[in-house]
């Protein structure tokens, strides 16, 4: 059974830091995309960073700067390292995986994690 586990939430300071990971298994490896995106109250889930098999990593505007992800292959793992956190960083952080292309969205995921940030 293939699964993606989260883990590294809590609740932070305004300025703060947290790292996220995840691990991938029940026989998959070596997925093509591993990434984060989160879902904050009434809003629709969105990217926040992804890193491909190539090295290449991508990260949304709004958190440049701030957050690093990295992967261990070895491990079947993607983390998410998260600084200098703001309250509108609050919100469910899950994680994804693929073989395939980006363009044709994470074929897994995880329950998901969540992160509050007060202020």
């Known amino acids: 059974q293939v699964q993606l586990v989260e883990s590294g939430g809590g609740l932070v300071q305004a300025g703060g830091s947290l790292k996220l990971s995840c691990v991938a298994s029940?026989?998959?490896?070596?997925?093509?995309?591993m990434g984060w995106y989160r879902q904050a109250p009434g809003s629709q889930r969105e990217m926040v960073a992804r890193?491909?098999?190539?090295?290449?990593?991508q990260y949304a505007d709004f958190v440049k700067g701030r957050f690093t992800i990295s992967r261990d292959n070895a491990k079947n793992a993607v983390y998410l390292q998260m600084n200098s956190l703001k309250p509108e960083d609050t919100g469910v952080y899950y994680c994804?995986?693929?073989?395939?292309?980006?363009?044709?969205?994470?074929?897994?995921w995880g329950k998901g994690t969540l992160v509050t940030v007060s202020s």
């Open positions: 890193s491909f098999s190539s090295g290449t990593t």
């Open positions: 029940g026989g998959i490896s070596n997925l093509n995309v």
């Open positions: 994804g995986g693929t073989y395939f292309p980006v363009s044709s969205g994470m074929a897994y």
